[in-house]
């Protein structure tokens, strides 16, 4: 089992900027792909972004509603997965759900499971709202 700790959110103004940590411990060594989720209520889930290390190479995608504002980053395997938040808009607001799963995902597939959202362990989530 892999347990997923998010923290970071919080409440932010239209073109403000969060960092959303997710720490993950039990049998992380075994997580190849990780990836960030957001929920509104009444509306269906979002994959925002996800990122796949497969050992020679990383690959990440991300939502086109948050490309070129959202970064997904995790440098060692033992570092914590973040999720930097820039250029924040009302649309943003979303309870944000840490992702993994013990696959290693290369670009096509990586962004076929960003849609899917099927990840196999699920962190409790974190609030994000953003204000105009």
């Known amino acids: 089992q892999v347990q997923l700790v998010e923290s970071g959110g919080g409440s932010e103004q239209a073109g403000g900027t969060l960092r959303l940590p997710c720490a993950a411990s039990?049998?992380?060594?075994?997580?190849?792909?990780m990836a960030w989720v957001r929920q509104v209520p009444g509306k269906e889930r979002e994959g925002v972004a996800a990122?796949?290390?497969?050992?020679?190479?990383?690959?990440?995608t991300y939502a086109e509603s948050v490309k070129g504002r959202f970064t997904i980053s995790k440098d060692k395997p033992e570092n914590p997965l973040y999720l930097q938040m820039n250029s924040l808009k009302p649309e943003d607001t979303a309870m944000y759900y840490c992702?993994?799963?013990?696959?290693?995902?290369?670009?096509?597939?990586?962004?076929?499971?960003?849609?899917?959202?099927?990840?196999?362990?699920w962190g409790q989530g974190t609030q994000v709202t953003v204000s105009s």
């Open positions: 992702t993994a799963h013990p696959g290693v995902f290369g670009p096509t597939a990586l962004a076929a499971m960003r849609r899917s959202n099927s990840w196999t362990f």
């Open positions: 039990g049998n992380s060594n075994s997580v190849r792909s």
């Open positions: 990122i796949s290390f497969s050992g020679a190479a990383t690959y990440i």
